[in-house]
C-alpha cells in the first residue's frame, strides 16, 4: 500500500484546510487509515482514524468537534477537513494505514506511510 498525503499549508488561526490522502496499491477493503501529526520536539501522535469498511471513526479528544474524517471510495482517498484551526495544531501531518478491523492510536500498529505534509497555523 502506497500513501501520498497532500494539502498542508499556512493559515491564521480560526481557519481552515483539507488534508488528502491518496492510497494506491490495493484495494483497502478491511484496513483502517489514520491521520497523525508531529511537532517539532514532540512525539508523533494520533489524531483520528476511519475504517475503510463501514466508515467508523475516531478522535483524538485534542481535535473531536474540528476535525472531521472521511474517505472517497471512488478515489480511494482520505480526507481530513481541519476548521477551527489553533497555533497547537501546527505541525507535519502523515497519513497511515494498516490491514486491521479495529481502530488503532498506535502509531506501531500502522505499517504503510506516507510523506508528511506541513501544516502550520498561525496565531
Known amino acids: 500500500v502506497q500513501l501520498q498525503a497532500s494539502g498542508g499549508g499556512l493559515v491564521q488561526a480560526g481557519g481552515s484546510l483539507r488534508l488528502s490522502c491518496a492510497v494506491s496499491?490495493?484495494?483497502?477493503?478491511?484496513?483502517?487509515v489514520g491521520w497523525f501529526r508531529q511537532a517539532p520536539g514532540k512525539e508523533r501522535e494520533f489524531v483520528t482514524s476511519?475504517?475503510?469498511?463501514?466508515?467508523?471513526?475516531y478522535y483524538a479528544d485534542s481535535v473531536k468537534g474540528r476535525f472531521t474524517i472521511s474517505r472517497d471510495n471512488a478515489k480511494n482517498t482520505v480526507y481530513l477537513q481541519m476548521n477551527s484551526l489553533k497555533p497547537e495544531d501546527t505541525a507535519v501531518y502523515y497519513c497511515?494505514?494498516?490491514?486491521?478491523?479495529?481502530?488503532?492510536?498506535?502509531?506501531?500498529?500502522?505499517?504503510?506511510w506516507g510523506q508528511g505534509t506541513q501544516v502550520t497555523v498561525s496565531s
Open positions: 497511515a494505514a494498516e490491514k486491521s478491523p479495529f481502530h488503532s492510536t498506535w502509531s506501531r500498529s500502522y505499517d504503510s
Open positions: 476511519i475504517k475503510w469498511s463501514g466508515g467508523s471513526t
Open positions: 496499491g490495493r484495494t483497502l477493503s478491511g484496513y483502517r
